[in-house]
């Protein structure tokens, strides 16, 4: 006679936090738009370094921009 095999339960696994990823956007884009602001002020003679940094500066902005929009959605979807 034979018996039934049952599968081993799996264990549960944990839900891993979204809001590392929100939180490490919103880090860098300050730390690359503070470090691009300094670099412009301290290259305001090299034209060229000078626009390379502005650059950076807004980059680090728009890359806050969308941490803070990222958590602004997430928010707002789990609340409702």
């Known amino acids: ?6 599968s081993p339960e799996q264990p ?3 839900q891993k936090s979204k809001l590392w990823p929100i939180v490490l956007t919103i ?11 300094g670099g412009f002020l301290g ?3 090299d034209n060229a ?6 650059v950076g ?3 680090g902005l728009a890359i ?4 803070c929009v ?3 959605r997430r928010s707002r979807a789990k609340s409702g």
């Open 57 to 59: 500066f807004f980059a």
């Open 1 to 6: 006679m034979s018996t039934p095999t049952s």
């Open 12 to 14: 549960i696994q944990p």
């Open 49 to 54: 370094a000078a626009n390379a940094f502005a």
């Open 27 to 37: 880090v860098g884009g300050i730390l690359l738009a503070f470090v691009s602001c």
């Open 64 to 67: 806050l921009i969308g941490g």
């Open 70 to 72: 990222a958590a602004v």
């Open 43 to 45: 290259s305001m003679e």
